[in-house]
């Protein structure tokens, strides 16, 4: 595989229906979805450049591997908290090759050159990927029913 590129979702729409699948297949039933379609409108919505929600693709040789979000909020009930990395997933053959800190990194870079200081995320079960990648646990949630982590990570300006 040649190099891993990171682009905007917006740049590459042909992806879409490929990550609605993935997406849906990973949390669809948690999130209550009955069809990969109703996925499809969420990522419809992150095709933007300039305000969020933001999505990005890594891609290599026109084929897609993975995604990630800058997002104003995640979780309902604690919009106190923003803005979130959300949506973090590389499809099963890719994992393990970097390419999911490779787009959490730009996730990180694209808050700070919006002078975003501190970002959030949680997850069910990545804490201690995410702990290597810098993120600290800030509080238990819960989350359709399953307990969650939301963690933080202060983003440095210089």
Known sequence: MRRVRISYLIEHPEYIPQLAQWLFEQWGSTLGEKTPEART????AH????KLPIAWVAHANGQLLGTAALRVDELEGREDLTPWLGGVFVGSHFRRRGIGAVLCATVEDQARSRRIHTLYLFTLDKQAWYSRLGWTVLAPYVWHQRPVDIMCKQLSTA
Do not use: A, E, V
């Not at 409108?41 to 419809?44: F, N, P, R």
């Not at 095709?47 to 300039?50: A, K, V, W």
């Open 47 to 50: 095709m933007n450049r300039d």
């Open 41 to 44: 409108k969420g990522l419809q």
